[in-house]
């Protein structure tokens, strides 16, 4: 119970606040990361921390869909996130994507606590393989549904994760560094229901 004005009411939990949402739809949310053949990897890998703005010219579709200057949902948009997936574009070794799996786990955290804390590795055991966008870079910013890359998701089930805006949020990617054999190109997609215009 809150106490408003010397009245008490009732706490909202975030279930009755999701399932009183009206006009979203089935959409997701991603960010881009490169790592160069031959360096070592970054200890930490953190996504969603820029977006498209002026300010950050080297984001474009391609890299990501998030409005901004980054770490946030503008206003008034929101997400619930019900899935987590870590896409491996075409082109690099299976080996680095299977080490990469070994070596780092997945941070979701919003103000700074930390909600989802998992191996990526669980991805192959508790997770989907699941399609994945292609076309992220497309002038529309419509892609199609494709098998054409290395996908791993992670099903938050019951655990659906709601991010309001304007709050800090964000996925980090922490581990043990290693060096790849190839380029790596690979994004982090919060997948579930956003409440942004459909074209």
């Not at 498209?52 to 619930?80: F, H, R």
């Not at 980090?172 to 380029?183: A, N």
Request: net charge negative.
């Amino acid at each position: 119970m809150s106490t408003y004005l010397g009245k008490k009411r009732p706490e909202a939990s975030v279930n009755d606040l999701i399932s009183s949402m009206v006009d979203r739809h089935r959409d997701g949310i991603y960010d881009r990361a490169r790592l160069a053949a031959g360096v070592p990897t970054p200890r930490t890998i953190d996504f969603f921390q820029k977006g498209l703005c002026p300010e950050n010219p080297e984001k474009s579709w391609a890299d990501t869909n998030l409005m901004g200057s980054g770490g946030q949902m503008q206003s008034p948009y929101d997400v619930i996130v019900r899935r987590f997936l870590m896409v491996f574009q075409p082109g690099g070794s299976r080996v680095d994507e299977h080490r990469f799996l070994r070596n780092y786990v997945w941070e979701l955290w919003v103000i700074h606590k930390r909600l989802q804390l998992h191996p990526l590795l669980e991805f192959s055991v508790k997770g989907n393989i699941a399609d994945v966008i292609r076309q992220f870079g497309s002038e529309d910013c419509k892609g199609t549904l494709e098998r054409f890359a290395v996908p791993y998701a992670y099903n938050l089930c019951d655990l659906a994760r709601y991010i309001p805006p304007l709050v800090s949020f964000g996925v980090s990617l922490v581990g043990e560094s290693f060096v790849p054999q190839q380029d790596m190109d690979l994004y982090s997609v919060l997948d579930g229901s956003v409440d942004w215009p459909v074209a």
